[in-house]
């Protein structure tokens, strides 16, 4: 499917004139080598058959619209980025460097810059944004960490931080730079003051963005770098976000509750199978209804989160053991309805499509719900049945319901249990008639999708008030 140029920012490139008067513009090409300096030769790449170091992987397309993956070599890196690069309607590339030839994260080893997207910036947000880099203090509300480098993306920025020293990505450092992204993620798209678009859209630290000197061919534009600021240290950004969520580079694994010896006399077979018998893990196979239920969220997918409610999708099915084609074509079924979602951002095409597709891999089992709800936006409500079969848990729960009724006089379903986070936005509204949605988020703590979904809720009467 071809791409159509679209409206943008009205002011974007106003916000382009104030970067391009406020700091140096540097090429794709210096970008990426002061992003990766110590990328491999090619003579070095071919004799190293283990991967024992990493190089930065990106992706181009060629003329009949297919994506293909290259290395970033050091002595080739010029003479691609002219071929490859520059001028390419559709270009990719990550912060990551990786083992091998794929850019896949469990092939990920060190992160040399932590990149994110904002979309919908106009020359109003960019200042905001940088005044609230330069003039409010860490831990201070509001406040945010000065970039190393932004980019002009063609509707919005991609803000580069780079590290002084590529980080290497141990299991549990994956996992909290994943969780140092999403909060820093949701305190700069701060909505009417930094960006235009009103729904946060969450990336994982390997997501790939369009590269500068390669052409945004949906409005048109080339992308251009500029450089903003030093490069800095993973405890500069831990001084903006929520203790909880900050990276600790002294814990590189996550500390295990059981000593190997309590393991052995906890579970015995666990220990037979996996220690003496050196059994890989067992995955476990899940009903279809899974995958037939995420089918029938899609009125539910917001704009910005299109693509990952497609990666979920291709996740579940690869759990539910669906085959791969039955999910391909799925997904060609519901890509209409995709496109029909409102969003200011690229259009839904089938290479975004083939691109859900490659998430069709054992590899993502153990993507945890707390995940699946940040890139899609949706809830997932939990069960909660302490390890018995519904029927029996529903038994014990309504026999239990019916003593409290009988015993106390009351009815059980009035007034108990936690308030759906309809209810409580919906009270926090009567309460305070003149406050905005970014006054509920803070005071309730609850994420901004929940409260744009449930803002204009009003619940039905009882019997007998209409």
Known sequence: MAETKRERVPDYPEMVKYLTDTFPEVSGKELYEDLFPNNEKAGEHKKNHNYEKPNAVYLYSTPDGRMHRRIMLK???AEDYDTFVKGNPMTLCSGLTFRGRTNQMAHAQRMHALIIDLDSVGLREIKNFFHRCDHIKPGEFGSFPHPTYIVASGGGVHIYYVFKEPIDLYPNIKL???QLKYNLIYKIWDYKMTTREKDTQYQGIAQGYRMPGSVNSKYGTVIRAFRTGPRVEIEYLNKYVDEKNRVDLLKPFRPTQKSLE????????WYQRRIVNKQKPDHWHIKKDLYNWWIRQVGRVIGGHRYFYFMILAI???KCDVPFDTLKEDMIKLLPRIQEIEHEGDPFTMQDVKSALEAYDKGFFCFTIDDIEHITAIRIERNRRNGRPQNIH???????QDI???????NWRQGNGRKRKCEVVYTYRQEHPEAKKVDCIRDLKLSKPTVYRWWNYVPEPEPGQE
């Open 176 to 178: 909290q730079a994943k």
């Open 75 to 77: 002595d080739t890196w």
């Open 262 to 269: 309590q393991a052995k006399h906890d579970y015995p077979e």
């Open 316 to 318: 579940y099915a690869s």
């Open 394 to 400: 529903l038994m014990g729960a309504r026999a239990l």
């Open 404 to 410: 409290k009724h009988k015993v106390e006089g009351t």
